[in-house]
């Protein structure tokens, strides 16, 4: 970006009145940021100047000009892909053709022939009456083993709350017979003195 009062580019071209002119080249000397702009557009002036002059083309090539026409072919196929009602026709003809020829072609499946006798009544009765008696066992089995499980847990509490209450009896009498003790020194100590006393 230029400071000086006029414009670079009108100098270089020689666009300038001589006051102007003389007015520019001053400033450029005293200023390095403008003589570096007036350098960088003599060298692109210059180079521009080296290059060849080209003519301009008379017509510009449209896309819809017959060499950019894709072939018939090309043409044929993208109509036919480009269609939906077409590529649905296709689809459905192939289907019914792969259909037809699995029909025709496929191996025949041979089935034994065997014959399916009725079952015995009996034997399932049995089969269905083993099963339920031994679920049946197992869940009486089950819940003997729950009941058991309680009852060695309550028989566990039961005896947990017996031996505290033993033990709490056991200080009481413990106390009781201290008291008693004392109590019957007291009363031997008090008799002794009471016989001494009458002597």
């Not at 557009?41 to 819809?64: A, K, M, N, Y």
């Not at 106390?175 to 004392?182: G, V």
Request: hydrophobic share 40%; net charge negative; glycine share 4%.
């Amino acid at each position: 970006m230029s400071c000086s009062p006029f414009d670079l580019c009108d100098y270089l071209f020689g666009e300038l009145a001589d006051g102007e002119r003389r007015q520019v080249e001053r400033h450029v000397r005293s200023c390095g940021g403008c003589h570096e702009d007036l350098e960088r557009l003599r060298i692109t002036h210059s180079t521009l100047l080296t290059l060849r002059d080209e003519e301009v083309p008379r017509r510009i090539g449209f896309v819809s000009d017959k060499v950019f026409e894709p072939s018939l072919v090309r043409r044929a196929w993208r109509s036919f892909w480009g269609s939906s009602a077409r590529l649905g026709f296709a689809s459905a003809a192939m289907l019914s053709a792969a259909l037809v020829i699995f029909t025709f072609f496929r191996p025949a499946v041979a089935t034994p022939m065997v014959s399916n006798p009725s079952p015995d009544v009996t034997d399932i009765e049995a089969v269905v009456a083993g099963r339920v008696s031994a679920a049946v066992d197992k869940a009486v089995a089950e819940s003997e083993a729950r009941q058991a499980k309680n009852t060695a847990a309550l028989l566990a509490a039961a005896n947990a709350r017996y031996e505290q209450q033993h033990a709490a009896d056991l200080e009481q009498v413990k106390e009781a017979f201290s008291y008693l003790e004392r109590r019957y020194n007291t009363s031997v100590v008090a008799s002794n003195q009471e016989m001494k006393g009458a002597q």
